[in-house]
């Protein structure tokens, strides 16, 4: 058997009645994404780029820099058994983007959700419509919370934490979520969770329990940062808690990781982090995984080997409970 690898994408307008995605049309009468074979050098998304350019004239003007869909094809050429590996990314362009489909294809179409289910695609092609229109709802839905959120500091006349809104970063389809306490001094300029010195150490952690930054979803309890780095009080907390519960139901993660002791007590009511770190939680169907928060960490560097225990338990966990 041989493997192969292929990139493509699936190129999306945004309309009122919801996106419409582009299908080229095959010669046997299929339809089919922008995708093909990853050259020496290239990455997939590498290669969906230039295939998606080469085959309809489109380079992607808003690439999800989160979203990745992988399937594996089957097939025979010319006596050999072909396993394929299929990455597709996901990228919009406005409503009077100018389509041109080379000579491998005959035509294109503009398809809604609805349509793409009924229409003449291969299963596996179906699923990552799905997948694609399932991603870009989540996101909708998730960008709606924030623009309300980034508007709360509006709503008070004393509001002592910075007016700089910090949303969440990653994949709205993921399925761990990690929770902090509020955004620090570096957040706050860069407009990023954890991109300061905890971040990094949180970047190594998630490495440890067998992921990546790139494939969880990252936020904190209040998303603006408290000068000087104090912990919001309860009236902080209690403004952004809703939001951060719409967020979760938003997202639906599996599996929620708390750092420290702000995130622990306001979604388990439970405070004493020495004591339940490194443990899972049921509640209300969702599972929670708590323990320390990395600044305990760069603060104190007795905390690393703990807060380490507890990720590389956590990958045991991960893999136990079917997280993906």
């Known amino acids: 058997m041989r493997f192969e690898f292929s990139g493509g994408f699936l190129i999306y307008r945004n309309s009122r009645a919801g996106p419409t995605f582009l299908f080229l049309k095959r010669k046997d009468g299929f339809l089919d994404i922008p995708k093909g074979h990853i050259e020496e050098g290239e990455d997939a998304r590498e290669a969906a780029i230039r295939e998606t350019y080469e085959e309809a004239s489109l380079k992607g003007e808003s690439i999800d820099q989160f979203y990745r869909y992988d399937y594996w094809v089957w097939f025979q050429r010319d006596g050999e058994k072909i396993k394929k590996r299929i990455s597709v990314f996901l990228a919009g362009v406005k409503q009077d983007a100018k389509v041109k489909v080379s000579y491998e294809h005959v035509g294109y179409l503009w398809l809604g959700y609805e349509d ?42 004393s509001w002592d934490l910075s007016r700089r809104f910090v949303p969440g970063e990653g994949p709205v389809n993921a399925a761990i979520m990690v929770v902090g306490q509020a955004p620090g001094a570096t957040e706050d300029q860069k407009g990023r969770p954890f991109v300061g010195r905890s971040g990094e150490l949180l970047n ?91 600044a305990a960490a760069v603060r104190i560097r007795s905390n690393l080997p703990i807060i380490e225990g507890d990720f590389r338990k956590l990958k045991g966990i991960i893999k136990r409970i079917g997280v993906t």
Do not use: W
Request: proline share 5%.
């Open 116 to 157: 793409a289910m009924k229409a003449k695609l291969f299963d596996q092609e179906k699923l990552a419509t799905k997948s694609a229109y399932d991603y870009l709802s989540k996101k909708g839905m998730v960008e709606g919370i924030n623009e309300e959120y980034r508007k709360l500091p509006e709503r008070y006349k």
């Open 204 to 294: 190594h952690l998630l490495r440890l329990a067998g992921t990546r930054r790139e494939d969880v979803y990252i936020t904190s309890v209040v998303q603006f940062f408290p000068p000087k780095n104090r912990i919001p009080d309860r009236r902080e907390v209690e403004a952004c808690r809703g939001f951060l519960i719409r967020q979760i139901n938003a997202i639906s993660p599996k599996l929620i990781v708390t750092l420290g002791n702000l995130p622990a007590s306001v979604l388990l009511g439970s405070s004493r982090i020495m004591k339940s770190h490194g443990t899972i939680t049921k509640k209300a169907g969702m599972a929670y995984f708590t323990t320390l928060h990395p």
